[in-house]
């Protein structure tokens, strides 16, 4: 069975960075960062498979970058430069298939989330 759980989340002023994590039991393969604002559909953010290869999506590109450490079976989401409509719930989710954009159908496993507020 899938687990996922997603952290690092927080509130931060516009210019401001942080770092999510996605901790990861029962899969190996691909990972995806998803975001959803309120009243807005669930977005696909990056995706990343084993061998580093990764998607990121036009809206958070040269801001956000994906990465993992294979040891701990953790999936990174670097987010700099952050802005308010960056506001959103922020998941973690599996996929056994990698391509862009990034689908929501092709994951499952979903995390609980954890928020991000971007607000001065």
């Known amino acids: 069975q899938v687990q996922m759980a997603e952290s690092g989340g927080g509130s931060v002023q516009p210019g401001g960075s942080l770092r999510l994590s996605c901790a990861i039991n029962?899969?190996?393969?691909?990972v995806g960062w998803f975001r959803q604002a309120p009243g807005k559909e669930r977005e696909g953010v990056a995706a990343?498979?084993?061998?580093?290869?990764?998607l990121v999506a036009n809206s958070v590109k040269g801001r956000f970058t994906i990465s993992q450490d294979r040891a701990k079976n953790t999936v990174f989401l670097q987010m700099n430069s952050l802005k308010p409509d960056d506001t959103a719930l922020y998941y973690c989710?599996?996929?056994?298939?990698?391509?862009?954009?990034?689908?929501?159908?092709?994951?499952?496993?979903w995390g609980p989330g954890t928020q991000v507020t971007v607000s001065s």
């Open positions: 989710a599996a996929s056994r298939i990698m391509r862009s954009p990034i689908r929501e159908a092709d994951f499952y496993g």
């Open positions: 029962g899969h190996t393969g691909r």
């Open positions: 990343i498979d084993r061998t580093d290869y990764s």
